[in-house]
């Protein structure tokens, strides 16, 4: 298949091994439980939902890796508004996230781990980056030294200025004293009062976002991975700093072979996010529609695309995707049988085809009328619904049962 690596900007062929060769492994950046779960969450996993069902119908084991993160100041300040302590803000948040992935069916990661629980990952990965020579310490703090990457931001293809910008506007703090330079980030740091902290060779304090990533990836999927993403707004400082530490301490690269963002979901004019409020939670959404609608509504556009959600329109996915359970529930006859080993083709080229969801629910969509009006003329339907229901399962459809 051809997927869009963002580190090169191109479209490149993904040699897709089968299960007995080796799995492919696949990293995408999870939640900050806190508020959970927008659609903008739900998009971003579904996109990666629908890959790993397509690597697997193409016959390649898949080992996913989710991280929560769990530590970072986003929660903690809102535990601290609610007046509720970050574990139980953090555990009430992941069941709901994990309970909203469910329902929209969602295949579950092969590892989810928290970054509360790799914190002894985390100390040791900094202390191999000290002894490296790319990161140094002052004051308890912990920072790894741009300069020491020469190719430090390739991703983001922006100069110094424009990195360091972007990067103020999520959170660095470019006017600490303790760093050798603005755009310098931090791998460990001494804990505010009221938040935890852990012990480490440095004194009592936490980790930094990024460094979080790395230990945990290269814990769980080893030191180079073959997929890792998530959403367009991670590409700098995130993902660009992840992968100059994570190449610092393996010296493997490429840490991954791909890099792939989806598009950011926009309500109003506005980037959805729970730091603006502006919020449709899937839960809500589920309450008003049915997961198949939600799930077709947010497959419709590119995944690299930005993607405008619409609360009027997902009523019209759903009329899709009641046309697709009709066409799975309807009764033919006996006449000639129905063939549509062409959509199987087609509908394989266009998620080879860097994911492209909206070309295959057009597939789904024409051969669902073929199979609808096959039925009326009593033709024989059974092999086509079962291809029919075999290319709904690699979108994640779920397949109609009972009398319902």
């Given at each position: 298949m051809y997927l869009y690596n963002s580190f090169t900007a191109t479209r490149e062929p993904f040699v897709i091994p089968t299960a007995a060769e080796r799995p492919v492994t696949l990293y995408v950046c999870g939640v900050t439980p806190y508020d959970t779960t927008h659609v903008g969450h739900a998009r971003t996993y579904l996109v990666f939902d629908v890959l790993i069902r397509y690597l697997r119908w193409r016959g390649a084991e898949v080992r996913y890796c989710q991280n929560v993160t769990d530590v970072d100041d986003p929660l903690f300040e809102r535990a601290e508004r609610d007046g509720i302590s970050w574990q139980e803000l953090s555990r009430r948040e992941l069941e709901r996230f994990v309970s909203d992935c469910a329902a929209l069916n969602m295949i579950a990661p092969t590892y989810l781990p928290k970054a509360s629980e790799e914190i002894a990952a985390v100390i040791e990965m900094n202390e191999h980056l000290v002894r490296l020579g790319h990161a140094y310490v002052c004051e308890g703090n912990v920072y790894f030294d741009i300069h020491t990457d020469p190719n430090f931001g390739a991703m983001a293809r922006m100069g110094y200025e424009a990195m360091l910008a972007t990067a103020n506007q999520r959170g660095n703090t470019p006017n600490d004293p303790r760093k050798r330079d603005p755009l310098d980030f931090v791998l460990w740091q001494t804990g505010k009062p009221g938040e935890p902290t852990w012990e480490s060779p440095w004194g009592m304090g936490r980790p930094g976002w990024h460094i979080e990533c790395s230990a945990m990836a290269t814990r769980y999927l080893g030191p180079q991975i073959d997929i890792h993403g998530g959403g367009s707004d991670l590409l700098f400082p995130h993902h660009s700093c992840e992968i100059a530490q994570s190449e610092a301490v393996t010296g493997k690269r490429p840490f991954s072979r791909f890099w792939v963002h989806v598009g950011m979901v926009y309500l109003d004019g506005e980037k959805m996010s729970k730091s603006l409020g502006n919020l449709v939670l899937a839960h809500k959404a589920l309450q008003?529609?049915?997961?198949?609608?939600?799930?077709?509504?947010?497959?419709?556009?590119?995944?690299?695309?930005?993607?405008?959600?619409?609360?009027?329109?997902?009523?019209?996915?759903?009329?899709?995707?009641?046309?697709?359970?009709?066409?799975?529930?309807?009764?033919?006859?006996?006449?000639?049988?129905?063939?549509?080993?062409?959509?199987?083709?087609?509908?394989?080229?266009?998620?080879?085809?860097?994911?492209?969801?909206?070309?295959?629910?057009?597939?789904?969509?024409?051969?669902?009328?073929?199979?609808?009006?096959?039925?009326?003329?009593?033709?024989?339907?059974?092999?086509?619904?079962?291809?029919?229901?075999?290319?709904?399962?690699?979108?994640?459809?779920?397949h109609p049962t009972g009398d319902e």
């Open positions: 008003e529609h049915q997961a198949n609608a939600l799930r077709w509504y947010l497959l419709h556009v590119p995944y690299r695309d930005i993607f405008p959600y619409e609360r009027g329109e997902v009523g019209g996915a759903g009329g899709q995707a009641g046309h697709l359970h009709d066409a799975l529930r309807a009764t033919g006859g006996a006449a000639t049988a129905l063939d549509v080993s062409r959509a199987r083709e087609a509908f394989g080229a266009a998620l080879a085809d860097d994911l492209n969801t909206p070309l295959a629910l057009d597939v789904l969509t024409r051969t669902a009328h073929e199979v609808l009006r096959a039925a009326a003329e009593g033709r024989d339907i059974e092999a086509a619904q079962a291809t029919l229901a075999e290319l709904a399962g690699v979108l994640g459809f779920q």
